[in-house]
């Protein structure tokens, strides 16, 4: 039996039969609670308003609005939900705007039912999900930017490292700022200082940047 409320599921996919076949996956997972499902973008963020879901398995190209389009309407409206793109693209460049634009993980569809299930799993306990193919992608477009090569070289400030150690977790400001007993707005302030201190736009590339870096570090 799970521990904790099931972590509740919104899918904005306009393919009908992909869509039901998650909404089964999901609804035999007792850590998951289907919520609702959207066949576009826009009715994606109405019911994203209306439901408050924990978690949003977004599609990448849609009819009237692409998922990064819909990430980032999610985003500047302030919704807590962790956003998971779900798509058929391996492409680079997609992977890096739905990371840049505040993704909190990118997956594949071709991926088989048993390792999207695990990577939802891992999701919902505040990791970041990258189908594991693309995560040299990843890493190649962050080599290719100019940026501090180690944390050492960084000039973070104590606060914007704990902050940066609680993103690698994959935490929300929310969830920072209760941890840290500072209020949310401050931590939105140090994310955004640490973002341009490390050259990054996302809270994501950030976490991927520090893990390597105490990685490469390590004897």
């Not at 949003?56 to 980032?72: A, F, H, Q, W």
């Not at 998971?84 to 993980?105: F, H, N, P, W, Y």
Request: glycine share 6%; hydrophobic share 40%; charged share 30%.
């Amino acid at each position: 039996m799970p521990t904790t409320d099931p972590q509740t599921i919104l899918i904005v996919d306009d393919h009908p039969l992909f869509r039901k076949g998650v909404i089964q996956l999901i609804q035999a997972a007792p850590e998951f609670r289907f919520v609702g499902e959207a066949a576009s973008g826009g009715e994606g963020l109405t019911l994203a308003h209306r439901l408050h879901p924990d978690m949003i398995l977004l599609d990448l190209n849609m009819k009237d609005m692409n998922g990064v389009e819909v990430l980032k309407a999610i985003k500047d409206e302030g919704l807590d939900s962790r956003v998971i793109m779900l798509t058929v693209s391996d492409q680079a460049e997609d992977l890096i705007a739905a990371l840049q634009a505040g993704a909190d993980g990118y997956l594949l569809k071709d991926m088989e039912p048993e390792d999207l299930m695990q990577q939802l799993a891992e999701a919902a306990r505040g990791k970041i999900t990258i189908s594991e193919g693309l995560t040299q992608l990843l890493v190649s477009s962050l080599r290719e930017k100019t940026r501090p090569t180690s944390l050492a070289d960084a000039g973070l400030t104590e606060q914007e490292n704990r902050i940066l150690d609680h993103l690698v977790d994959g935490k929300s400001n929310k969830l920072i700022a209760r941890d840290m007993g500072i209020a949310e707005g401050t931590v939105k302030v140090h994310v955004k200082h640490l973002l341009k201190k490390l050259n990054l736009r996302s809270r994501v590339e950030a976490a991927v940047w520090a893990d390597r870096c105490r990685r490469q570090a390590k004897p």
